[in-house]
């Protein structure tokens, strides 16, 4: 059933029982409550999230020396949850020093999150999607960010620039020469969903966003290994980070291979296998990548992402831009990564599949999304939270991507990263 159609049903019904027991003229209780409250620590920033059964009506406010954030809560009673939160605070949240939840008077509970740094928030609501209701999100991002990806952008920018390659053709015949690259190769590595968003759960309750983000580690390490190779994390921790940052900080780090990494869920327990996705220009290669495509993209209505006119600006421009030859080469990499998955795991397809994933737009980076294996399954979720499988796992996709380099090289020269 369509869930705005259910919610409405689920809500009239409300109504009537309360019409039916309350005696004539008790108005209906209305005020918000708040059920679940939790907290989400990164260095990119920090998110703090209260989950209620109406939505939250708030005012917010920044104070200066020492810095704080004051958000008021209206027609809010205090209560357990709400004192819970201070608990929840750990000494390692990199933005956070304190936070508490008070009576300020009658009908208004305050928040107040003591900060460790200047930060920038963006506070805002989100209506009921998946297993969350409303939700009411406090993102504190760090004025001067410490994210990983700026770091790795400035030591990147620090050595001197190489002179202006003369310009060279790829030529077939030596192309096993050309494997020694004149400067480093980038590969984005990008664990699916993260934070409030735990993607798809197996039987056993296992989350695709702690999986997959333990299988990139590992991939990450190995991938370290080679001396041209450099590795940048779209995520390293648990967070929310929408799909169209991941596509930027892909381009931000002038990415030479993006590798999406998830694993699959189906109403049929007994599905199973790894598949590999690229981008389509137009339309899936079946019906199941097109569901799959929309459950995938789908993470920035649970994860919450306060909608920014320049992403919906971005996402146009990306789309408009002829991608052919980036789907070519991205279809390249599929095939050869299928072929390596092929050794570890049954393949749910023996095709790299073609739908519209939001996460593969980058118009001018190779770009794939490995389903890795079905979460879903009960043998499968055992496997994907083996350390064996996924070393397995990271190792195939470690010689999937060195046998891509070596049949398609890089063009040499010096790729400046830019922001
Ligand atoms: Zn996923």
């Avoid at 209780?29 to 989950?51: C, F, K, Q």
């Avoid at 699916?192 to 299988?215: F, R, S």
């Amino acid at each position: 059933m369509n869930p705005d159609r259910r919610r409405l049903l689920r809500a009239s019904a409300g109504a009537l029982l309360v019409l039916a027991v309350r005696p004539v003229g008790a108005a209906a209780d209305a005020s918000p409550n708040v059920i679940a409250v939790r907290m989400w620590p990164a260095e990119a920033y920090t998110r703090v999230t209260l989950e209620s059964d109406a939505p939250l009506t708030f005012k917010q406010f920044l104070l200066r020396n020492p810095d704080r954030l004051v958000v008021d809560l209206e027609g809010v009673e205090l209560n357990s949850e709400l004192q819970s939160l201070a608990g929840k605070l750990t000494a390692a949240d990199p933005n956070i020093e304190k936070l508490r939840a008070g009576r300020f008077k009658p009908g208004v509970v305050r928040l107040v999150i003591d900060l460790k740094t200047e930060v920038k928030p963006q506070v805002f609501t989100l209506a009921p999607v998946s297993d969350y209701q409303h939700r009411l999100v406090i993102d504190l991002y760090p004025a001067a960010p410490a994210d990983p990806l700026l770091a790795f952008l400035d030591e990147q920018r620090s050595p001197a620039p190489t002179p202006e390659p003369t310009p060279v053709q790829r030529p077939a015949t030596v192309a096993r020469d050309s494997l020694k690259v004149d400067r480093l190769v980038t590969v984005v590595l990008d664990p699916g969903h993260g934070g409030e968003d735990p993607g798809a759960v197996g039987p056993a309750g296992n989350h695709e966003k702690t999986v997959v983000l333990q299988i990139a580690r590992r991939l990450k390490a190995l991938l370290e290994q080679e001396s041209n190779m450099r590795v940048v994390m779209t995520r390293d921790g648990d967070y929310f980070v929408p799909l169209g940052t991941r596509v930027r900080k892909a381009r931000a780090a002038k990415a030479d291979l993006f590798v999406s990494i998830h694993a699959d869920a189906f109403v049929r327990p007994d599905a199973n296998g790894s598949s590999v996705f690229a981008l389509s220009e137009r339309g899936a290669t079946s019906t199941a990548a097109k569901w799959l495509a929309q459950k995938e993209n789908e993470a920035d209505l649970i994860g919450g992402v306060k909608i920014d006119t320049r992403d919906l600006h971005l996402a146009r421009t990306l789309m408009d831009l002829t991608q052919t030859a980036t789907i070519n080469d991205s279809l390249k990499l599929g095939k050869v990564m299928l072929g390596e998955l092929g050794n570890i795991n049954r393949l749910h397809k023996a095709q790299v599949e073609q739908a519209g994933f939001a996460v593969l737009k980058a118009p001018d980076i190779p770009s794939v999304l490995v389903e890795t294996a079905f979460i879903s399954n009960p043998a499968e979720e055992r496997k994907l939270v083996s350390d064996d499988y996924q070393q397995r796992m990271a190792n195939a996709l470690y010689q999937g991507i060195k046998r891509y380099f070596a049949a398609n090289p890089v063009p040499p020269g010096t790729k400046v990263a830019q922001r």
